[in-house]
């Protein structure tokens, strides 16, 4: 089965540091890997996904996550976080010939001014 | 270009009641999907569509159901509400097939049983 971690609950990040979610999955076969952004009140958004190719992926809005097949993580990263980076941030996983995606249950980033 | 638009943004409903949340996309995706986030839970799969007259249970569909007789509509009906039912409710839709594509989703529909 398929799944996904996102360990922490919440993230506090000063503005202008670097920004870091963590995200490890496990799954079956070579995985397709989705960040998603959620603001509140709002659906999710799509940020970034990783498919084949360079394990370094670049997205929306400044940020970037870097595929290791070894440690089977996909971590989100932003060199400078801005307050209005704020918001419920979610990994989610599909196994290749899947069309199902499988969600972590979403990290809480606060961005303090 | 609307995209994934839901109706109705909230909802209380009492116990035993019955509704239908509705989800309509203009993107002529073929593959639909409902979830519902929970805090601290993220979102789980209901139901997921790959195509008008095609759908498939996902990871928690009791007490739902699901009818798909066009490509642009994926309504979600509660036969008898619970309060386990209350939930906020995400329709997404994806380009077929493939598995690379995105999900776009709807703004969600806020559901109180009560």
């Known amino acids: 089965a398929q799944s996904v971690a996102q360990p922490e609950d919440q993230v506090n990040v000063a503005e202008g540091n670097p920004l870091t979610v963590k995200c490890t999955y496990s799954?079956?076969?070579?995985?397709?890997l989705f960040w998603y952004v959620q603001y509140p009140n709002r659906g999710l958004q799509f940020l970034l996904k990783?498919?084949?190719?360079?394990?370094l992926v670049k997205g929306s809005y400044g940020f970037e996550a870097e595929f290791n097949k070894s440690q089977t993580s996909f971590h989100l990263k932003k060199p400078s976080a801005l307050v209005s980076d704020s918001a419920l941030y979610f990994c989610?996983?599909?196994?290749?010939?899947?069309?199902?995606?499988?969600f972590g249950k979403g990290n809480q980033v606060v961005v303090i001014p | 270009n609307a995209g994934v638009t839901q109706t109705p943004k909230f909802r209380i409903l009492k116990i035993g009641q019955s509704m239908t949340l509705q989800c309509t996309q203009d993107?002529?995706?073929?593959?639909m999907y409902w979830y519902r986030q929970d805090p601290g839970m993220g979102l789980k799969l209901i139901y997921y569509?790959?195509?008008?007259?095609?759908?498939d249970k996902g990871e928690v569909p009791n007490g739902y159901n699901v009818s798909r007789s066009t490509t642009e509509d994926f309504p979600l009906r509660l036969e008898l509400a619970a309060p386990s039912q209350t939930s906020v409710y995400f329709c997404?839709?994806?380009?077929?097939?493939?598995?690379?594509?995105?999900?776009?989703f709807g703004p969600g529909t806020r559901l109180l049983v009560l």
């Open positions: 997404a839709s994806s380009a077929s097939p493939g598995g690379q594509e995105t999900q776009y």
């Open positions: 799954v079956s076969g070579n995985p397709y």
């Open positions: 990783y498919i084949t190719g360079d394990n």
């Open positions: 989610a996983v599909r196994p290749y010939g899947n069309n199902r995606l499988a």
């Open positions: 993107m002529n995706h073929n593959y």
């Open positions: 569509s790959v195509g008008a007259g095609i759908t």
